[in-house]
């Protein structure tokens, strides 16, 4: 079956640590995101790739980094910086906008839950 | 700064009835829009997308949109309990594949 995997389902950090979440998807998809959720908030965008060695920042993209050197796969690095890390952790993914005349529905993997120690 | 405004709820209906939810979007020039639904501790899952103006139509479900009120709605037909969730409403932004999303409405289907 085709979809997106996200691990590990429940992460905790500890101050000043890197961690690393995992997004990867079998839907040969050439967009992928990385979204934030904050109890009661919609999503907000981390950042974006719309193809292999390319991305793009979101609205909120200070303290993480990532990474796009498959078309499968999308990590996404929640830096020391970051200093509120606690949230739910989304990836997507979608065909690009550029194929069609309208943008394409996002699909979601299952979230990573983030917390600090 | 782009938005999309969705009342946050809780809206509560009676099972069977039908559920109504609205979002409005600040973009005049966005093209694509989308509904997802997400149940707590659960990530969304697509529902409906519309790109024209008019009403769509998928099983109990009806996306509606109209541009010229900047206005998108979505509608549940024979409410179930399991209808239950948060619903987000999301709006495409210069068609560059990134979308705004509403911070969603609470919607409770009374058994």
């Known amino acids: 079956d085709g979809g997106i995997t996200q691990s590990p389902k429940y992460l905790f950090r500890k101050e000043g640590q890197n961690v690393t979440l995992s997004c990867e998807q079998n839907l040969n998809h050439d967009a992928m995101y990385w979204y934030r959720q904050d109890p009661g908030q919609g999503l907000r965008l981390i950042y974006y790739?719309?193809?292999?060695?390319?991305?793009q920042k979101g609205d909120i993209a200070e303290g993480y980094s990532v990474s796009r050197e498959k078309k499968e796969s999308f990590p996404l690095t929640v830096t020391s910086a970051q200093k509120n890390p606690t949230a739910f952790y989304l990836c997507a993914s979608s065909i690009p906008t550029g194929y069609y005349h309208s943008n394409q529905p996002q699909h979601f993997g299952d979230g990573t839950r983030l917390s600090i120690l | 700064q782009k938005e999309v405004e969705q009342n946050s709820g809780p809206l509560s209906v009676p099972e069977g009835a039908i559920a109504s939810l609205n979002c409005t979007y600040s973009?005049?020039?966005?093209?694509?829009f989308f509904w997802y639904r997400q149940y707590s501790g659960k990530s969304p899952e697509l529902i409906m997308f519309i790109y024209s103006n008019g009403d769509k139509e998928d099983g109990r479900f009806t996306a509606q949109l109209n541009k010229a009120s900047q206005y998108v709605s979505l509608l549940i037909r024979d409410s179930q309990p399991s209808d239950s969730a948060t619903y987000l409403c999301a709006a495409e932004m210069n068609r560059d594949d990134k979308i705004i999303f509403g911070k969603g409405t609470r919607l409770h289907i009374l058994p």
């Open positions: 790739s719309q193809i292999v060695n390319d991305f």
């Open positions: 973009d005049r020039g966005s093209q694509s």
